[in-house]
């Protein structure tokens, strides 16, 4: 195991030494930053989104889950698509800066998800697989809405809108870097008393239960902090749908181990190496004519459809 943690490591910084240093042309002052910037952009927003999936996957005991199965990704598109409907690109830029459309934008998701698991966890024994389908109605009502709301809005504004559809780490603002991180701080030391359940939770709800675990109310504090984390990174950069389940399910097959603190170190190492790559090859090979969203959900959509091809055949 000790092997693996240090190949991944070496990995994650030689990508990262590459991505810093490659045709800098010696404007140091002028190139480090920037891509500092974009570097800590990826270990965090990397981090989070493999850590959520995986806590995710296991309170659900379903690797072929996201948490964008719960619609925060839909509803933070619809709150951009709104934004711009109602006060125009002009006006949203004037009267709402970054750091004000951050924060309504993470406070609405956490706000939707918190009255999501609210209302699921009102009665005891409430299965969590209704919370997902309730999420998956929830997910398309806030699709529809955008759609709707994106064919009356002007042309140039909807190129606007069309921005927010794809993660960029191109155009981060330092200002949510720093609020993101401290949130995430925050969020880490709030879990830490959580972390020994998930080997348990990973068993199943019967079993958790019949070994002591309070399983309602741990479940609910997991998707709380899932709900936040998810918010953070889709407010930070956009939404990238299928790379929890990419790098959650490599971590599954390269770690093999069920032990929750391998495998969220494992995930998040192997998120990052995914993200400084493919923004390498965007940059460099492609030049930037497509996004790295797109390499992402192309790579993790082929992913996913081996996934279940593979359930298909263990059925």
Known sequence: MKAKFVGLTIVAIVLIAIFMMIDAGGN??????????????????????????????????????????????SLYMFIQTLVIFALG????????????????????????????????????????????LIGLIFGTL?????????LLIDPNEFL????????SFNNVNTDLLIISFVLVI???????????????????RDQAINLGVNYDFVVKRFLIIIAILVSIATALVGPITFLGLLVANVAHQFMKTYQHKHLIVGSALISIIALVGGLLIVERVFTFS?????????????????LLLKENKSW
Do not use: C, H
């Open 186 to 204: 925050v969020v880490g030391i709030y879990f830490w008393r959580y972390v020994k359940y998930l080997d348990v939770l990973s068993l199943g």
């Open 28 to 73: 140091w002052d002028y190139v480090l930053p920037r891509r500092l910037k974009k570097i800590l952009a990826i270990v965090l927003t990397g981090s989070v989104i493999a850590f959520s999936t995986l806590v995710f996957q296991t309170i659900t005991n379903n690797r072929i889950l996201t948490p964008s199965i719960i619609g925060l990704d």
């Open 290 to 306: 497509t996004t790295l969203s797109v390499i992402v959900n192309f790579i993790g959509g082929v992913y996913f459809i081996y």
């Open 160 to 167: 606007r809108v069309q921005d927010k559809m794809f993660a």
């Open 89 to 132: 690109s002009t006006t949203s830029l004037t009267f709402m800066n970054k750091n004000v459309n951050f924060l309504i934008s993470v406070g609405l998701m956490v706000l939707f998800a918190g009255l999501l698991y609210k209302w699921l966890f009102k009665r005891e024994g409430q299965n969590i697989y209704f919370l997902l």
């Open 142 to 150: 806030f699709n529809s809405l955008s759609t709707f709301l994106q």
